[in-house]
């Protein structure tokens, strides 16, 4: 559908259509605001090589002084320094990935915005608000495409082809449109956005995430000329992690007529999407030199050699200009595993799995020695993340260390008559952030051998029952500051609201993971929560 739009707005050239294109003077020929008038003034680019390129993004001459307008290529000493607001942010940032680049959320979160601005201030009924929405994107990204190639016409392409459609931007594994621009309809942000996450993958069915989603846009373009506007369609991509995102669906992205011609290579890409969604996060994944997922084992290695010592494998705390060269290194790295065939690649995809393997050990080993015990839940495995060392490890390899933890218990003797699969759970605490009222605590539970969802489901009900419980309390007590009982009573408005709650609930591939972040709940009260709601439940399973 947004294809299809972008078409009937963008191609044809009829009278009406010229009429709305941008003059020089910043009118349309009929007299409305030039389309796509509030885009920045300076383009940050990464190129391929690494290297910064500034470049203006302000309207183009035209006439002789077009001519002797010189190309702006050589670096700034410094960035411009970046504004917040849809009319105050001075420069944009993008990484050069070939035929498709990379663009920081904050920035592609604000081109939708000042699209939906602009088409919102034409007003007209809703097809109208649409196409105008969509007109005003595709023109602000053209003038993207064209300054990142230094100012060249239209991509080259084959004689006797249809007309491309004009580029546009594609949001992949994140809902950050539905979170950041609460004015934009939901059908619009569904038309930007490649996830499986909320309502992007009620309809999916289970094992379904980003890449899988990719990857049958790619088989439904049967042909050279499909895959061409697809690819059109994809030019500019932009996410908020890295683990099916700026790792291998971004890589789907930028290498689909490859992916397109090879079976053997889309068949490599589905395996690997199951495993780093889903499989990751239980008992099943092998690691072994040799095995399966080999491959996964490099790329996992590349993701943590890429955020060594951050919490999680989220970038958009980072600053725009560092996720950009994050996605420059991490789609050369990605590359290496994947494609390249020489004998340095072999090399780095061995040390990559290596040494990841050699983390989730000792990982594993830290998992081991800070379980809880004694809290009425033998068969469950329960741990202090704190203890988890960040500086030297990167998130996979903390993420993956229950999973092998939980994989040697299911394979120990007597494991059956002690702890049955159905009844083996992870639960990990760990501290999320804290502040003058004490740290703020949270748990992932992980679903490894099908417990039944409505067990999980009491516990998520339990959990906010006791966090409600203790707001209350926390607020009433006389000790407690004015200011902050303000911030609590926030806190307690916003628990139980699906979109700003803190109690997150079912994760992915048939209910596998649970989150919970609590406000004031502490591990210990975790635990006891926990504890007596999967007890009842199992009580109540006849277990």
């Keep these: 559908m947004l294809g299809l739009t972008v078409l009937v707005a963008w191609t044809g050239r009829a009278p009406e259509a010229r009429a709305a294109?941008?003059?020089?003077?910043?009118?349309?020929a009929s007299g409305r605001p030039r389309l796509g008038a509030q885009l920045p003034?300076?383009?940050?680019?990464?190129?391929?090589?690494?290297?910064?390129?500034?470049r203006p993004l302000a309207a183009k001459p035209t006439g002789r002084k077009a001519a002797r307008t010189p190309r702006h290529r050589r670096p700034s000493p410094a960035l411009p320094r970046a504004r917040t607001g849809v009319r105050g942010r001075s420069d944009l940032v993008l990484t050069d990935l070939g035929e498709h680049y990379f663009i920081p959320l904050s920035d592609a979160v604000d081109l939708v915005r000042r699209a939906w601005h602009e088409a919102a201030r034409q007003g007209g009924d809703e097809a109208t608000r649409d196409a105008a929405?969509?007109?005003?994107?595709?023109?602000?990204?053209?003038?993207?495409?064209?300054?990142?190639?230094?100012?060249?016409?239209?991509?080259?392409?084959?004689?006797?082809?249809?007309?491309?459609?004009?580029?546009?931007?594609?949001f992949?594994?994140?809902?950050?449109?539905?979170?950041?621009?609460p004015e934009l309809p939901e059908r619009l942000a569904r038309a930007l956005t490649i996830d499986h996450h909320g309502v992007f993958g009620a309809s999916q069915p289970p094992g379904t995430n980003t890449l899988t989603q990719v990857l049958e846009r790619i088989e439904g373009a049967p042909d050279a000329a499909a895959r061409a506007r697809l690819s059109a369609q994809l030019r500019f991509v932009s996410t908020d992690n890295v683990a099916d995102a700026l790792g291998t669906a971004l890589f789907a992205v930028s290498h689909l007529r490859r992916i397109g011609r090879d079976a053997r290579l889309r068949e490599l890409l589905r395996g690997?999407?199951?495993?780093?969604?889903?499989?990751?996060?239980?008992?099943?994944?092998?690691?072994?030199?040799?095995?399966?997922?080999e491959r996964m084992a490099s790329l996992f290695g590349a993701y943590d050699r890429a955020l060594r010592g951050a919490p999680n494998d989220r970038i958009d705390g980072r600053s725009r200009l560092g996720q950009a060269r994050l996605a420059?290194?991490?789609?050369?790295?990605?590359?290496?595993?994947l494609l390249d065939q020489g004998s340095g690649a072999s090399a780095l995809r061995d040390a990559l799995a290596e040494e990841f393997r050699a983390a989730v050990a000792a990982a594993a080993k830290v998992v081991e020695e800070a379980r809880y015990a004694g809290f009425g839940l033998d068969d469950t495995l329960a741990f202090d993340a704190d203890r988890l060392p960040t500086d030297s490890t990167g998130p996979f390899a903390r993420w993956l260390a229950p999973s092998a933890v939980a994989r040697r218990a299911r394979s120990a003797p007597g494991l059956e008559s002690t702890a049955p699969p159905p009844y083996t759970r992870?639960?990990?605490?760990?501290t999320a952030q804290g502040d003058a009222l004490g740290p703020r605590h949270?748990?992932?539970?992980?679903?490894?051998?099908?417990?039944?969802?409505?067990?999980?489901?009491?516990?998520?009900?339990?959990?906010?029952?006791?966090?409600?419980?203790?707001l209350a309390r926390i607020i009433a007590d006389p000790d407690t500051p004015p200011p902050h009982a303000t911030i609590l009573r926030g806190d307690l408005e916003r628990l139980g609201d699906p979109a700003t709650s803190f109690i997150f609930g079912r994760g992915s591939a048939g209910d596998k993971v649970y989150n919970f972040v609590g406000g004031r709940l502490t591990p210990a009260e975790i635990l006891q929560v926990v504890g007596a709601t999967l007890g009842v439940s199992r009580a109540a399973e006849g277990g």
């Design 21 to 28: 294109e941008p003059t020089a003077t910043g009118r349309t």
């Design 133 to 170: 929405f969509h007109a005003h994107l595709s023109l602000l990204l053209q003038r993207l495409a064209r300054a990142a190639r230094g100012g060249a016409g239209r991509l080259r392409q084959a004689r006797r082809q249809p007309p491309l459609p004009p580029p546009s931007l594609v």
């Design 272 to 293: 690997l999407a199951f495993a780093e969604d889903f499989l990751a996060f239980g008992p099943d994944l092998e690691l072994r030199p040799g095995g399966a997922h």
């Design 172 to 181: 992949l594994d994140t809902p950050a449109l539905l979170k950041a621009l």
């Design 41 to 54: 003034s300076t383009l940050t680019i990464v190129t391929r090589r690494g290297g910064l390129v500034f």
């Design 426 to 430: 992870e639960l990990g605490i760990f």
């Design 328 to 337: 420059l290194l991490l789609q050369k790295q990605v590359q290496a595993v």
């Design 442 to 470: 949270g748990y992932i539970l992980s679903n490894f051998f099908g417990v039944p969802a409505p067990a999980l489901d009491g516990v998520l009900q339990a959990l906010t029952v006791a966090e409600r419980e203790k």
